[in-house]
């Protein structure tokens, strides 16, 4: 954290970098120029007063920077003028009415020119924008009234002209947050500004009235995280609200360190709101995949189906081929007999039954043992390729047998044919 007044601040924005800020800072008795990045602002003095104090350039700089604060900037901005304040004070007043929020009668002068004379005498005249009893002036009739027009004149300044309240105490009403508190202010020096001079200052009861006047005020331009509202009552006993002062407002008090506590908290929560790190279209995906987001993956399509009529598949020895039931539909009910379990032997002495379509013969068996690999080498099923082949072969063979031979075995491969796939 970092601590200084604007007039140890130079500034300078970029509109992709940000804010930079140069301060001197006082380490040991060493003036010492420190550059950083601000993220976060608490602004406790007047950007304008009474004097040459002007600090909108560096307010516009931290509003460009993009900086947050308390109050926020957009506010600060709006409080440079005090008539633009009591502007809006107006229209609460007439949502609200006048004995719900009595505000002090005013009038409103842009130059020296159209002051001629004060409504009503004795009259308090305010000059441009100041704080702490600065640029007031009391006067008491007419020929009072236009010297100080004189003044304005020379100051070309704004000014404005209110009715004197004789008045029995002044009342500050605060809030910080959530936390509210109400003060009471009496001069005993005799001065006529009670915060000039010695005063008396005790603490009151927040009433119900007091805390809707800080509530509606702390609505104004956005809202306002730390306001006061001066008051003053009369001798008659009657209320007038005079201004209200944004987060730059004066700490009053025996409580002034819990009013400190209560601003520090306030800040840290604002920070934890508006700090927060932006989280980029990377971060998320990656915090997406952490927490479990499972990423598409490509799926593998099974090859296209093959008729098994033409090329079975190849299965493991004693498995039976696994069909599919679009295949089945499509090929309709089997020309054979429903599988069931397997037909018992015939008892001895009785001849064997006769030989159906799709058993296989004598000769057939002899011609696979023929085709059969030797002993100790792995027995592979029987494809559609293979016989292709032996086929093939078979017709070279019967090129060099001649025409008895190849019948013969043209008719062994038919009735191979037929024991493996039925009936044909």
Same mark, same amino acid.
């Given at each position: ?327 089945? @539909? $499509?090929?309709? *009910? !089997? #020309? %054979?007999? +429903?599988?069931? &379990?397997?037909?018992? /032997? ?22 696979? @043992? $023929?085709?059969? *690999? !030797? #002993? %100790?080498? +792995?027995?592979? &099923?029987?494809?559609? /390729? ?39």
């Amino acid at each position: 954290m970092e601590q200084a007044e604007f007039k140890d601040i130079n500034l300078s924005v970029n509109s992709e970098t940000g804010a930079t800020v140069s301060m001197v800072v006082n380490r040991n008795g060493t003036k010492v120029v420190r550059s950083f990045r601000p993220d976060f602002l608490l602004i406790r003095q007047h950007i304008r007063d009474a004097g040459h104090d002007d600090y909108r350039n560096l307010l516009l700089g931290f509003k460009y920077g993009g900086v947050p604060s308390v109050n926020s900037l957009h506010s600060l901005y709006n409080f440079q003028d005090k008539p633009w304040v009591f502007s809006q004070l107006l229209h609460m007043q007439r949502r609200l009415g006048k004995e719900n929020f009595p505000l002090i009668e005013q009038s409103y002068f842009p130059n020296h020119k159209e002051m001629l004379t004060a409504p009503k005498y004795p009259s308090v005249v305010k000059i441009g924008h100041a704080h702490g009893g600065l640029g007031k002036l009391k006067v008491e009739n007419h020929f009072d009234f236009q010297d100080v027009a004189s003044v304005v004149a020379v100051n070309k300044m704004y000014c404005i002209v209110e009715p004197f309240i004789d008045a029995k105490y002044d009342i500050h009403v605060q809030k910080i947050g959530n936390n509210y508190k109400a003060f009471m202010r009496k001069s005993i020096s005799g001065n006529w500004k009670a915060n000039m001079g010695s005063a008396m200052l005790e603490q009151i009861p927040m009433t119900e009235r007091y805390k809707k006047w800080v509530d509606e005020v702390s609505e104004l331009f956005g809202g306002l995280d730390i306001c006061a509202v001066e008051a003053i009552q009369g001798k008659d006993g009657r209320e007038h609200i005079i201004e209200v002062n944004t987060s730059a407002m004066t700490l009053l008090g025996e409580s002034q360190e819990e009013d400190r506590r209560l601003i520090a908290d306030l800040v840290v929560q604002r920070m934890q709101t508006y700090c927060k790190p932006v989280l980029t279209k990377q971060t998320s995906r990656t915090s997406m995949t952490n927490f479990g987001a499972e990423e598409p993956t490509a799926v593998e399509q099974p090859p296209p189906h093959i008729p098994q009529q033409r090329i079975p598949h190849q299965i493991p020895a004693g498995a039976p081929p696994p069909v599919p039931q679009r295949q089945e @539909a $499509a090929r309709g *009910p !089997p #020309s %054979g007999p +429903p599988p069931g &379990p397997p037909p018992a /032997a015939p008892p001895p002495g009785l001849p064997p039954p006769p030989r159906r379509g799709s058993q296989t013969s004598a000769s057939e068996i002899a011609a696979a @043992a $023929a085709a059969a *690999p !030797p #002993s %100790g080498q +792995p027995t592979r &099923p029987t494809t559609g /390729a293979s016989i292709f082949r032996r086929e093939s072969q078979t017709d070279t063979e019967k090129s060099e047998k001649g025409p008895e031979d190849s019948e013969d075995t043209m008719r062994n491969l038919r009735k191979t044919f037929a024991g493996i796939f039925g009936d044909m």
